[in-house]
């Protein structure tokens, strides 16, 4: 496993700037299809809309898949990683209680990218919303019923 090796330097760029946009990236342990079912998915929606409530962030995008998901947030007054934490967290605390499982839910870490002010968000959040339709869950967008944008 060569390329875990040095998977803690990836953490070590990692910059936090409240105002700027990121697409972050979660995945459940082991890829499990956790959010297969519509109503685990809406608890991962719920803590989106928590993290919004609390002034954390503002969701521009988001797709919630089987087994991760994708979030395109403009950072507010708090750094990534407690914004992730806490997230995470709900998450899988409230999935745990609900279907009566106990453990962890997510893999280790997250995946972000800090959107630059030149590129088309439309096109990113578009690139979001697109993802059941690459993974082959639906043939178009607006039958997949876990995912929003502020543009569309």
């Known amino acids: 496993m060569p390329e875990l090796k040095h998977a803690h330097r990836l953490r070590n760029g990692r910059y936090s700037e409240s105002g700027q946009i990121y697409l972050l990236t979660a995945v459940v342990l082991n890829r499990a299809p956790l959010f297969?079912?519509?109503?685990?998915?809406?608890?991962?929606?719920?803590a989106f809309r928590t993290a919004e409530r609390e002034g954390f962030a503002t969701s521009l995008a988001w797709v919630v898949m089987p087994d991760h998901f994708h979030w395109l947030i403009e950072l507010q007054n708090t750094q990534l990683?407690?914004?992730?934490?806490?997230?995470?967290?709900?998450?899988?605390?409230t999935l745990n209680r609900a279907i009566g499982?106990?453990?962890?839910?997510?893999?280790h870490g997250y995946?972000?990218?800090?959107?630059?002010?030149?590129?088309?968000?439309?096109a990113v959040a578009r690139y979001i919303?697109?993802?059941?339709?690459?993974?082959?869950?639906?043939?178009?967008?607006?039958?997949?019923?876990?995912w929003d944008a502020i543009w569309l």
Request: glycine share 8%; aromatic share 4%; proline share 7%.
């Open 101 to 107: 499982r106990q453990g962890p839910v997510w893999q």
């Open 111 to 122: 995946h972000d990218r800090g959107i630059r002010k030149e590129e088309d968000l439309q």
């Open 36 to 46: 297969h079912d519509f109503k685990c998915g809406r608890l991962v929606v719920d």
């Open 81 to 93: 990683p407690t914004l992730m934490a806490r997230t995470k967290s709900r998450i899988a605390v």
């Open 129 to 146: 919303v697109r993802n059941p339709i690459r993974a082959g869950l639906v043939s178009k967008a607006g039958d997949y019923p876990l």
